[in-house]
Nanobody, 124 residues
Framework: QVQLVESGGGLVQAGDSLRLSCAASGRSFSTYALGWFRQAPGKAREFVAAISWSGGSTDYGDSVSGRFTISRDNAKNTVYLGMNSLKPEDTAVYYC?????????????????WGQGTQVTVSS
C-alpha cells in the first residue's frame, strides 16, 4: 500500500549535519507510522526514530536522542531525519520504514514496508 524512497545520504565529517528524506507514495498514507532504522556492516539493524502521522508523537533511540530529529510534511508525503553533531559511529545505511496503525514501535519486525536505504558515512 505504500512505497518508500530515501535520499540525502552522503559523506560528511564528524560534527556536521545532514538531513535525510523519505518520500512515500500510495493510498492511506496518513494511517502509517513511519520509522528510521540504520545498519552498519557486521551489526544488527538499529532503531533510530519513529513518528506517528496521526498525533505527531515521536520516539528516538538512546544513541541518537538529542542529536537527531524526525519530522514530517504531510502535504509532500515525506518524512525527514535531521542529523546533527554526527559521529563516526553514525556511519550506516539508513532505512525508512512504515507500519500500519499509529502506535510507535522500536522493533524492525513491526514494520512491513521498507525503502532501499541511503548510505551515510561520517569521517573523523
Amino acid at each position: 500500500q505504500v512505497q518508500l524512497v530515501e535520499s540525502g545520504g552522503g559523506l560528511v565529517q564528524a560534527g556536521d549535519s545532514l538531513r535525510l528524506s523519505c518520500a512515500a507514495s500510495g493510498r492511506s498514507f496518513s494511517t502509517y507510522a513511519l520509522g528510521w532504522f540504520r545498519q552498519a556492516p557486521g551489526k544488527a539493524r538499529e532503531f533510530v526514530a519513529a513518528i506517528s502521522w496521526s498525533g505527531g508523537s515521536t520516539d528516538y533511540g538512546d544513541s541518537v536522542s538529542g542529536r537527531f530529529t524526525i519530522s514530517r510534511d504531510n502535504a509532500k508525503n515525506t518524512v525527514y531525519l535531521g542529523m546533527n553533531s554526527l559521529k563516526p559511529e553514525d556511519t550506516a545505511v539508513y532505512y525508512c520504514a512504515a507500519k500500519t496503525g499509529a502506535l510507535l514501535y522500536r522493533s524492525a519486525s513491526r514494520y512491513g514496508y521498507w525503502g532501499q536505504g541511503t548510505q551515510v558515512t561520517v569521517s573523523s
